[in-house]
């Protein structure tokens, strides 16, 4: 058995150790409590302003990525995986902006379905970058439909009455947790591994911004929430340094 036979076994059983554990503890509910967002300040006619507004900095990320692929040479699998990642941000700043006018659970799902999009893409990424390059397609072809799925399937069981947020959840789990793992275990492009960190450092630090929505606006004058849109999209600019690294040392070998 090959090393990279191994690797994928051992995210497979990771995976499914996780999977198991979501679904055992049983549905999650969404907190009604979610949708009340610190800065709900209405400026130049908009409602809850700052969180829509912000939302610019995912449309200007995806479409300066999507440019920037333009000029930056790389394989098929790589500029598909990108192009796919920054479509979704672009999507993401609308449906977030969406969501945002008018917070509820309906709005809600049009703000998660594009996020989806992303994660997937970026998580195939990784296996493309740092397991096997072929792998990253048609790795992105399962996980999209299951990841938007998860989305759908939230929105149908709260319509129903009892909602469950276990499965999209978990597509946002497991990318934290696996993508760790696959840069410890693989020996591939090492120079890529440490902007990848940074990525996963930002999203972390905006995953905690969010959760300190309240203790922030009052600190700062901005929101938690805000702050991890505009951290968010940070991300997105790391990745084109990413490709950039990926495009440079495919010119080199």
Same mark, same amino acid.
């Given at each position: 058995?090959?090393?990279?036979?191994?690797?994928?076994?051992?995210?497979?059983?990771?995976?499914?150790?996780?999977?198991?554990?979501?679904?055992?503890?049983?549905?999650?509910?969404?907190?009604?409590?979610?949708?009340?967002?610190? $800065?709900?300040?209405?400026?130049?006619?908009?409602?809850?302003?700052?969180?829509?507004?912000?939302?610019?900095?995912?449309?200007?990320?995806?479409?300066?990525?999507?440019?920037?692929?333009?000029?930056?040479?790389?394989?098929?699998?790589?500029?598909?995986?990108?192009?796919?990642?920054?479509?979704?941000?672009?999507?993401?700043?609308?449906?977030?902006?969406?969501?945002?006018?008018?917070?509820?659970?309906?709005?809600?799902?049009? $703000?998660?379905?594009?996020?989806?999009?992303?994660?997937?893409?970026?998580?195939?990424?990784?296996?493309?970058?740092?397991?096997?390059?072929?792998?990253?397609?048609?790795?992105?072809?399962?996980?999209?439909?299951?990841?938007?799925?998860?989305?759908?399937?939230?929105?149908?069981?709260?319509?129903?009455?009892?909602? $469950?947020?276990?499965?999209?959840?978990?597509?946002?789990?497991?990318?934290?947790?696996?993508?760790?793992?696959?840069?410890?275990?693989?020996?591939?492009?090492?120079?890529?591994?440490?902007?990848?960190?940074?990525?996963?450092?930002?999203?972390?630090?905006?995953?905690?911004?969010?959760?300190? $929505?309240?203790?922030?606006?009052?600190?700062?004058?901005?929101?938690?929430?805000?702050?991890?849109?505009?951290?968010?999209?940070?991300?997105?600019?790391?990745?084109?340094?990413?490709?950039?690294?990926?495009?440079?040392?495919?010119?080199?070998?």
């Amino acid at each position: 058995m090959t090393a990279m036979a191994k690797y994928l076994i051992l995210l497979a059983l990771v995976s499914l150790l996780i999977l198991t554990g979501f679904t055992i503890i049983g549905p999650i509910e969404q907190n009604p409590a979610y949708h009340h967002f610190a $800065d709900q300040r209405t400026m130049i006619g908009l409602p809850n302003a700052l969180n829509v507004l912000s939302n610019i900095a995912f449309l200007m990320a995806g479409l300066y990525g999507l440019l920037t692929l333009r000029h930056l040479s790389l394989n098929r699998a790589y500029r598909l995986l990108s192009q796919i990642f920054f479509i979704g941000l672009i999507l993401t700043s609308v449906g977030s902006a969406y969501y945002h006018l008018s917070p509820t659970n309906e709005t809600l799902v049009w $703000d998660r379905i594009p996020m989806t999009v992303s994660f997937a893409a970026f998580c195939s990424f990784i296996i493309a970058v740092f397991i096997k390059e072929s792998a990253g397609p048609k790795i992105l072809w399962l996980l999209l439909p299951v990841s938007i799925s998860s989305v759908l399937y939230w929105g149908y069981s709260e319509r129903m009455g009892q909602g $469950d947020l276990r499965f999209y959840l978990l597509v946002q789990f497991l990318p934290l947790v696996l993508t760790p793992l696959v840069l410890w275990v693989s020996p591939r492009q090492p120079v890529i591994k440490r902007n990848i960190w940074i990525i996963l450092g930002l999203y972390s630090v905006a995953k905690l911004a969010e959760y300190f $929505d309240g203790p922030l606006f009052l600190l700062l004058g901005m929101s938690g929430h805000t702050l991890k849109h505009l951290i968010s999209a940070l991300t997105a600019i790391v990745f084109v340094a990413t490709l950039s690294l990926l495009s440079t040392h495919r010119n080199h070998d």
